[in-house]
């Protein structure tokens, strides 16, 4: 009889006890900005998302201890506001009295917070945990050194300055084979020099003596 007299004053205290366990130093404040994050597609906040909420942090324990059953009666949470905001704490699956120190919760956060943020949809921006500060992502490794890409590239441009040179060069080469191109001067340098049709011709061509003249001369 005592013992469910025990029970009984138990289970009338719990919801005081817990908002106690609340109240002390080691729960943490979270801000959550829905609309900030969403814009027009926001949702409301609910009883639904606190689940959701515990749920997460319960998972998130789990993870990070490997061994504790944590479920979402071991999440505890108050002063819950309308901007959504609350403060939580962890209390032991083996002892519901019996808080997780405020170094492991953070721990446990920082570990799957992509995974809670995914959740709701959120960043460590919009879904706030004061006092805890988000894990810097790792830098992202690229498949192929940096030096390697510089290296391609310096080759890449060495190799077509190099086909450049050589396509100019036959260009030229090319074009000093064919040599100048003939003129209306080639008629008369091939006269002065005695050059006509491919035949020598004997003397040489006096300019000053013309056709007309040769005719005249012809007729006498």
């Given at each position: 009889?005592?013992?469910?007299?025990?029970?009984?004053?138990?289970?009338?205290?719990?919801?005081?006890?817990?908002?106690?366990?609340?109240?002390?130093?080691?729960?943490?404040?979270?801000?959550?900005?829905?609309?900030?994050a969403?814009?027009?597609?926001?949702?409301?906040?609910?009883?639904?998302?606190?689940?959701?909420?515990?749920?997460?942090?319960?998972?998130?324990?789990?993870?990070?201890?490997?061994?504790?059953?944590?479920?979402?009666?071991?999440?505890?949470?108050?002063?819950?506001?309308?901007?959504?905001?609350?403060?939580?704490?962890?209390?032991?699956?083996?002892?519901?009295?019996?808080l997780?120190?405020?170094?492991?919760?953070?721990?446990?956060?920082?570990?799957?917070?992509?995974?809670?943020?995914?959740?709701?949809?959120?960043?460590?921006?919009?879904?706030?945990?004061?006092?805890?500060?988000?894990?810097?992502?790792?830098?992202?490794?690229?498949?192929?050194?940096?030096?390697?890409?510089?290296?391609?590239?310096?080759?890449?441009?060495?190799?077509?300055?190099?086909?450049?040179?050589?396509?100019?060069?036959?260009?030229?080469?090319?074009?000093?084979?064919?040599?100048?191109?003939?003129?209306?001067?080639?008629e008369?340098?091939?006269?002065?020099?005695?050059?006509?049709?491919?035949?020598?011709?004997?003397?040489?061509?006096?300019?000053?003596?013309?056709?007309?003249?040769?005719?005249?001369?012809?007729?006498?």
């Open positions: 009889m005592l013992g469910k007299i025990l029970v009984v004053l138990s289970l009338a205290g719990a919801p005081a006890l817990s908002h106690a366990l609340c109240q002390s130093d080691s729960g943490y404040k979270v801000r959550i900005s829905i609309k900030t969403l814009g027009d597609q926001a949702y409301d906040w609910n009883e639904s998302e606190m689940f959701l909420f515990q749920s997460s942090l319960a998972y998130a324990m789990r993870i990070y201890s490997g061994t504790q059953p944590y479920n979402v009666d071991n999440i505890i949470v108050c002063n819950e506001t309308p901007r959504v905001s609350f403060w939580f704490v962890v209390t032991s699956p083996k002892n519901t009295t019996e997780i120190p405020r170094e492991e919760v953070e721990m446990a956060v920082r570990k799957s917070r992509h995974r809670i943020n995914n959740a709701f949809l959120l960043s460590d921006r919009t879904l706030e945990f004061v006092g805890i500060h988000p894990t810097l992502v790792a830098p992202v490794v690229p498949d192929t050194p940096p030096w390697l890409i510089v290296f391609g590239v310096v080759i890449g441009a060495v190799f077509v300055g190099i086909i450049a040179l050589l396509v100019t060069s036959v260009l030229q080469k090319r074009k000093k084979d064919k040599g100048p191109p003939d003129n209306g001067q080639d008369e340098v091939r006269q002065v020099n005695g050059l006509e049709n491919g035949i020598v011709l004997e003397g040489t061509y006096n300019r000053g003596f013309t056709d007309d003249d040769f005719t005249k001369l012809s007729r006498l």
